[in-house]
């Protein structure tokens, strides 16, 4: 027997190879080391597939082909045995491998039989996870292993995993006697919530099973799962997800239960039931597709038998629309699909249709759609489903598409259609002159079920000459003539089926770009460069006549132009540091991006334009636009700020106004949870939008108003029907707001909201709050809404068991 410490072995003489050197690499503190180097080529291989024992499913430990690793051993003593067949290691035995260690009071090695034990306080080690057990025994032939009382945890999860006996079974599967399972974090005392089970197999597929298991909460015994089963892994896994709660003052208790199916690769659906109480039940459905990189697509689908609705009581939201009934069935279908082929040609579509006009304002919100096309479906006035394909080639490209439109507001009969459209344009040079070429030419055919429509095909080629002066100016001239021609099915105020417009477009332009460079001097951002770019832009076109042809889109009304505009546009740009390091708040801690690689960014933008009508000084009246301007800043990564609004000169006063101002926490998140919303910094988000009255503001209160009425105000302005007397109100001011405040480590509070300024009142509120275990293994969100279109107030409750799937987040 001989005492040996700190011996370095290559991994590469585990495979039957030796050292260049003839023997093992690393120190000797014994003379006799050398007498047991086939000894130590075993338990190097115990080592090499020793993570076969705990690694999650599906992951396979290999050596093949890697460079040449180093093996370092620790023990009070070893002892060769059998002539080198067996070798015995005991005392403070410790095993590593880069980043693996092993730790056992014994390890005992069998080079016929590939058996291997380790008893005594075994420790496994690794970046991907630990295991701690009595007793580990194994063979590296068969590659199946068997542990006592085992404790197993899996980092990327943050899942444990405890049981009386753990059995490394052929083929990459696992089966567990006796076992619990948690992904509670808890330093002291019982775990918040745990599942045991008198036997858990885990599959090669990433999946845990459950047999005879019980829900646990604080080692009390809640309820019976005779079987289930669980994602180890952070693949998608089939299984049901958490139920999601509420009550709504409208619609009464609300249910929802949804179930994942991940039934291949590369499909997986998504499949639920939802209950209102007191208002109808549904089912849910969502199919996902990814064929390839080049080819996807999705289907959303939903139905909902109103029965339990007040049948009395129907009528929700604006009644001016055309349709305010709600059907007692009610569907919707959505559906996407891209496609890009090798030969260069791209197909795409996507259907949107609804069963009755009221069902996106009252029912979106139960789809579990992303926040920014729930807020889009919820407040447009049309949905558009559309199916096309386009191609693009050096200098030309071809784009081909059906659109369909469902109308929220109005009757559908008299909503156009393009079915379908096709479009052409591109650009090339004219020999060897400075002159382009560029051309455009659509053809589209309008139908509809009552009023104008028809085929039109739109051409316009343009003959563009740049040209650049001294002292910096550039510019270009071009004219363009544009031919219209129309064949109507149905014609409005013409009994002619077949009219044209011609006209001509002459445009010019002249400009400079001067810029400064100032040195900023700061820690991060050193220098600033501003560059101005004044622009002067004339545009001519001639008046004609377009009575005889159905207003469909803007197309079909060119009016006369004789234009100049003035804009000026500042840019700036901000030089950096080549790399800003983030420093960790905790010691412990080390950042997924803690350097943040940075050089030349954009610091924002800001324009003005303002147009100058020369036809209308020559007639007396008003000669200018609105001055348009636009901002957008972000100087510091964690701010921005944008304007876009419009300014009339005469009186100056705002025609319209979109502003928004967004804040984020700049300090990294350094405490890594499995709950995606605890994981965004503190963030706020502001946001108005204004537009002023108008001679046809009255529409945006009431699209279906009678117009003949409208005709008549002039001679009876006191009627209570009329416009001017029923609103003389701006058409929009609004308010929005969102917050995201950590309040703790494990508290979030979360605010969205929505004012009407020109009404004085709320048209949205929501407000939640969202915790967080101590153990950091569930959350529970609670959130309060109230809306006036429908008027309603909700109340909803989502739970989430943290590592074994969660739905979207619920501070949407």
Not at 618 to 625: A, E, F, H, T, Y
Request: include cysteine.
């Amino acid at each position: 027997m001989e005492n040996c410490t700190n011996t370095s072995v290559s991994s590469e003489s585990t495979f039957g190879g030796s050292h260049p050197s003839g023997r093992a690499s690393g120190s000797n503190s014994c003379g006799r080391w050398t007498h047991v180097p086939r000894a130590i080529r075993v338990l190097c291989l115990f080592l090499i597939f020793l993570p076969l024992v705990w690694s999650a499913p599906g992951q396979t430990a290999t050596t093949g082909g890697e460079p040449e690793k180093i093996i370092d051993m620790t023990a009070d003593s070893v002892t060769a045995m059998d002539a080198g067949k067996k070798v015995e290691a005991k005392g403070h035995v410790e095993l590593r491998r880069e980043g693996t260690i092993l730790r056992a009071d014994e390890v005992r090695v069998d080079r016929e039989t590939q058996d291997v034990e380790a008893k005594g306080r075994v420790s496994l080690e690794d970046p991907r996870g630990t295991l701690k057990a009595d007793a580990i025994r194994m063979n590296l032939e068969q590659e199946t292993a068997e542990v006592e009382n085992g404790d197993l945890f899996f980092s990327e999860r943050q899942l444990s995993v405890t049981g009386r006996r753990f059995q490394k079974l052929p083929g990459q599967a696992y089966h567990v006697d006796d076992a619990f399972f948690t992904t509670c974090l808890c330093e002291s005392g019982a775990p918040s919530w745990k599942i045991g089970a008198s036997q858990v197999d885990l599959t090669p597929e990433g999946s845990g099973v459950v047999r005879g298991g019980t829900f646990y909460i604080k080692d009390i015994p809640v309820f019976y799962l005779p079987y289930g089963f669980f994602p180890l892994r952070t693949e998608r896994q089939t299984g049901f997800l958490f139920p999601k709660l509420g009550s709504s003052s409208r619609e009464g208790f609300r249910y929802q239960q949804p179930f994942f199916w991940a039934f291949s690769k590369s499909s997986d659906a998504t499949l639920g039931i939802d209950l209102q109480t007191r208002a109808r039940i549904g089912l849910l459905g969502e199919l996902r597709n990814v064929w390839s990189r080049q080819t996807h697509g999705q289907v959303n689908l939903s139905y909902f038998n109103e029965s339990l609705r007040d049948r009395d009581n129907v009528r929700i939201g604006d009644p001016t629309i055309a349709d305010p009934e709600i059907p007692k069935d009610r569907w919707n279908v959505f559906a996407t699909h891209r496609h890009a082929a090798s030969s260069g040609w791209t197909t795409y579509s996507d259907v949107s249709a609804f069963s009755d006009d009221l069902f996106t304002r009252e029912l979106v919100d139960r789809l579990d759609l992303p926040r920014v096309t729930e807020f889009s479906l919820s407040s447009s006035r049309y949905s558009r489903s559309r199916f096309g394909l386009f191609r693009s080639w050096d200098s030309a490209h071809l784009k081909g598409e059906w659109d369909f439109y469902q109308d929220f507001i109005q009757e559908d009969e008299r909503t156009l259609h393009r079915t379908p459209q096709l479009s052409v344009w591109g650009r090339r040079p004219l020999g060897e002159t400075p002159l382009e070429l560029r051309w455009r030419g659509d053809a589209v055919n309008y139908i509809r079920r009552d009023g104008g429509d028809g085929l039109r095909m739109d051409l316009r080629p343009e003959v563009m000459f740049p040209f650049r002066l001294p002292a910096h100016l550039f510019g270009s001239w071009s004219a363009a003539p544009r031919g219209t021609f129309y064949h109507l099915y149905q014609t409005e105020n013409s009994s002619k089926h077949n009219v044209s417009r011609e006209l001509i477009e002459l445009r010019g332009n002249l400009g400079t770009s001067l810029g400064r460079v100032f040195h900023w001097g700061g820690a991060e951002l050193k220098k600033i460069r501003h560059i101005v770019e004044p622009e002067l832009s004339y545009l001519f076109i001639p008046g004609v006549q377009q009575r005889d042809i159905p207003l469909m889109d803007g197309v079909d009304r060119v009016n006369r132009r004789n234009v100049l505009t003035f804009a000026l546009n500042h840019r700036f740009w901000g030089k950096y540091t080549g790399q800003t390091p983030v420093p960790p708040v905790e010691k412990d801690v080390e950042l997924l991006d803690s350097v943040v690689s940075r050089d030349v960014e954009d610091l924002g933008q800001a324009r003005v334009a303002l147009s100058y009508d020369i036809d209308r000084e020559r007639k007396g009246g008003d000669s200018l636009s609105d001055l348009d301007m636009n901002l957008r800043f972000h100087p510091l990564t964690y701010w921005t700020v944008g304007l876009d609004a419009g300014l009339n000169p005469g009186p100056w006063h705002l025609t319209q106004a979109a502003a928004t101002l967004a804040l984020s926490d700049p300090r990294p998140i350094t405490h890594r949870v499995l709950d995606s919303d605890f994981m965004q910094p503190n963030s706020l988000n502001l946001g108005y939008r204004f537009i002023r009255k108008g001679p046809n503001a009255f529409l945006s209160e009431d699209a279906n108003i009678d117009l003949s009425v409208v005709a008549d105000c002039a001679k009876h302005p006191l009627d209570p029907r009329c416009p001017g007397t029923a609103f003389n109100k701006n058409v929009l001011g609004e308010l929005g707001g969102r917050i995201l405040v950590h309040v703790t480590n494990h508290l979030l509070l979360f605010l969205n909201s929505s004012y009407n300024v020109r009404d004085s009142r709320s048209t949205s509120n929501r407000v939640a709050v969202k915790i967080l275990s101590p153990c950091e293994c569930w959350t529970v969100t609670f959130s309060l809404s109230r809306n006036i279109n429908p008027s309603k107030t909700s109340f909803n409750f989502d739970l989430n068991l943290l590592g074994l799937g969660s739905q979207r987040s619920a501070l949407r």
